[in-house]
């Protein structure tokens, strides 16, 4: 059972950086991409930023619109374990948020939907103040 677990959430001001971390304990996850969603109050969860898999494509990023240039996602692996990685700056009150990993095996073009996930994470939250 793959179990993803999110941190480094936390309150920040704007214009402050935060970096989000997400783990797979049990190292049972070998899909095809991981991502980052996103779901403030009152409304559906959102993409924010995808990667692929253990090198797949190259390890291709994808963005959305509303955080090109100001967040990075990116993966680092050892030998037991890896992480997956959502650097945030320049952090606006509109990126208040629980934030979600998210890991999926299929492989088709569909990195933005909810629905093409398999696996969650329980979700940090960022709160953002003016």
């Known amino acids: 059972q793959v179990q993803l677990v999110e941190s480094g959430g936390g309150w920040v001001q704007a214009g402050d950086s935060l970096r989000l971390s997400c783990a797979d304990p049990?190292?049972?996850?070998?899909?095809?991409?991981l991502a980052w969603f996103r779901q403030a109050p009152g409304n559906e969860r959102e993409f924010v930023a995808a990667?692929?898999?253990?090198?797949?494509?190259?390890?291709?990023?994808?963005?959305a619109d509303s955080v090109k240039g100001r967040f990075t996602i990116s993966r680092d692996s050892t030998e037991n374990t890896w992480y997956l990685y959502l650097q945030m700056n320049s952090l606006k009150p509109e990126d208040t948020a629980v934030y979600y990993c998210a890991g999926r095996y299929e492989r088709d073009s569909y990195y933005y939907r909810v629905s093409s996930y398999d696996y969650w994470g329980q979700g940090t939250q960022v709160t953002v103040s003016s």
């Open positions: 990667i692929h898999w253990n090198n797949y494509n190259g390890g291709v990023t994808y963005y």
């Open positions: 049990g190292h049972s996850f070998s899909g095809y991409q």
